[in-house]
């Protein structure tokens, strides 16, 4: 009996770990693919066209038009949405001119508030103070290289953490509550208030043909993908876990511009990368042990 309350247990806990690990390197190969969309639409337009694309397959697959909303649904799911849209929008702004892996760890401090805010154990402050250690030894705040980052860059990164914040509140509402088809729709808000920006920045290119393919490549890795895990993930972890977990951002961020942007790590940058890992494995146990007690009490 005790075994297989163990192994529910561990099932009920990885396959929303592994959804969110999937969710986060489909996310930052997105990104890397998405800067090569910035000479010809800039970051808004790269933005919009991920978006609307997204909007459209995720709309396809969950056709959430065959669920009744209420309409006091709609303001959660609106939030939702114009949360992701600034998230988007901003992460974007900021990686024209700062690293993608330095973005990333910047924007880590939305979700890292909200592990912080939702925590009640010791253990769990533990492991996010573990999280700190190694954000603020990934962040050059104290090297040379920190007066080369662009403040600008910086300001649009904590804007996006702020939004972040805001999504992962308002998405656990919206989908404890409404089911995983509601991100189709706040994608489709999302989409429908960045579109316009977009326009702007961009004109008639942002329809052209030739940006056509990777346009849908970087919806898909950026968007349809890891919006649709995510959203499971929103609804099987708690927040705490959930933004403690997101701490791995950083560590895809800087293996995906390494790879693809051509961009390097310090041996220190990587020792920050494997402390805020060990925090993530270490916070997700934690809350494993302390179901496995439950339930066999």
Known sequence: MLKFIFSSTLSSTLLPVLALVTAMASFQLGASLAK???????????????????????????????????????????????????????????????????????????????????????????????????????????????????????????????????????????????????????????????????IVQAGSELFSLEILPLGIGVAILSSAIPYSLEMYVLTQLPARTFGTLLSLEPAFAAISGMLFLNESLSSKQWIAILAIITASIGITISRQKKKIVRSSS
């Open 36 to 198: 090569n969309l910035f000479p010809f639409i800039g970051a808004q337009g790269t933005t919009a066209v991920r978006l609307l694309f997204s909007a459209i397959a995720l709309l396809c697959f969950f056709r959430p038009w065959r669920s009744k909303l209420e309409p006091k649904a709609w303001r959660i799911i609106t939030l939702y949405g114009l949360a992701l849209g600034g998230m988007n929008l901003l992460f974007y702004m900021a990686i024209r001119t700062v690293p993608l892996g330095v973005a990333v760890a910047f924007e880590f401090a939305g979700p890292l508030t909200v592990a912080v805010l939702a925590s009640r154990r010791v253990i769990d402050f533990l492991w996010i103070s573990l999280a700190c250690i190694g954000l603020s030894v990934l962040l050059p705040l104290t090297s040379k290289a920190s007066s080369e980052l662009d403040p600008v860059g910086i300001m649009y990164a904590m804007g996006s953490a702020l939004c972040c914040a805001f999504y992962i509140i308002f998405g656990k509402r919206a989908g404890t509550v409404h089911g995983h088809r509601i991100v189709a729709i706040a994608v489709s808000v999302a989409a429908t208030a960045v579109l316009p920006i977009g």
